[in-house]
């Protein structure tokens, strides 16, 4: 998951002429703040039309977004497959700047501006293109359909030409699985759970009581790297091992 600095409304400081944005960064960790989300509308949709307009900010005119989405996969807050929100077009009042035909996890807030509270977007809050949610995107769509009880998730990936723990470039590890074990205070119904990789490198195991668990990665003969982890889930809560391990040498 993307770990950047957010906030539920931009704060803005007013420095004559310029504005300047500051966000306050968001409680970590990262899916606990997307599971118990409190803006006003969370969803995946794919923007239809986009046209700009002039409204009253302070004691200045603006110019704003106004933004057409047809919804994928709402998360909170939103019904029906259709919804327009409207974003500051200038990035230094925290403005979010989206393209027609592309898709997006939106994290939208209502607020004013104009005559009526409609929902809005800031860059400080969590929208960001799907291609760079797939994580954020993947978790909401597991803790959707499982609102109760622990998530442990992650990813296991082989770095790639010397690629960073969160490069793009990481590729999935083929064939690898990922073992949890329960500490004795987790009342987990089976003590030992084991589960696949997927094609994207994903894991998940879901319905996890609080406790201290233990995951262990099989991979393919060859890879090195770190291959066990302990987390602590609290009471609904959840944990995201991510695992990268180094390609076999060669001989």
């Known amino acids: 998951m993307r770990h950047l600095g957010t906030c539920s409304l931009p704060v803005l400081l007013t420095t004559s002429p310029a504005l300047c944005c500051l966000c306050v960064p968001r409680p970590e960790p990262i899916c606990e703040h997307l599971r118990t989300y409190k803006g006003s509308a969370l969803f995946l949709g794919v923007v239809t039309d986009i046209h700009y307009r002039k409204v009253s900010a302070g004691n200045a005119r603006v110019r704003e977004q106004v933004i057409s989405f047809v919804i994928e996969e709402a998360f ?33 807030n209502y607020g004013a501006s104009g005559s009526a509270p409609h929902l809005t977007v800031s860059s400080c809050g969590m929208t960001a293109t799907a291609e760079d949610s797939m994580e954020e ?77 233990t995951s262990t990665v099989q991979v393919p003969e060859g890879f090195s790297g770190v291959l066990q982890h302990t987390a602590e889930l609290r009471r609904d809560g959840c944990a995201q091992v991510d695992v990268r391990v180094n390609e076999p040498e060669e001989h």
Request: charged share 25%; hydrophobic share 35%; glycine share 10%.
């Open 76 to 108: 909170v807050g939103i019904e029906g497959k259709n919804v327009t929100l409207t974003s500051f077009a200038d990035a230094s009042r925290c403005g979010y700047r989206f393209r027609k035909g592309s898709r997006y996890l939106v994290d939208a």
């Open 137 to 213: 995107i993947r978790f909401l769509k597991t803790a959707k359909h499982n609102p109760h009880g622990g998530i442990l998730f992650g990813t296991v990936k082989q770095y790639v030409e010397g690629s960073t723990f969160v490069s793009p470039n990481n590729k999935p590890v083929t064939g690898a699985s990922v073992i949890l074990i329960a500490e004795p205070n987790a009342l987990l119904r089976a003590k030992k759970r084991e589960t696949a990789v997927d094609s994207t490198g994903w894991y998940e195991f879901v319905d996890l009581p609080e406790g201290i668990y």
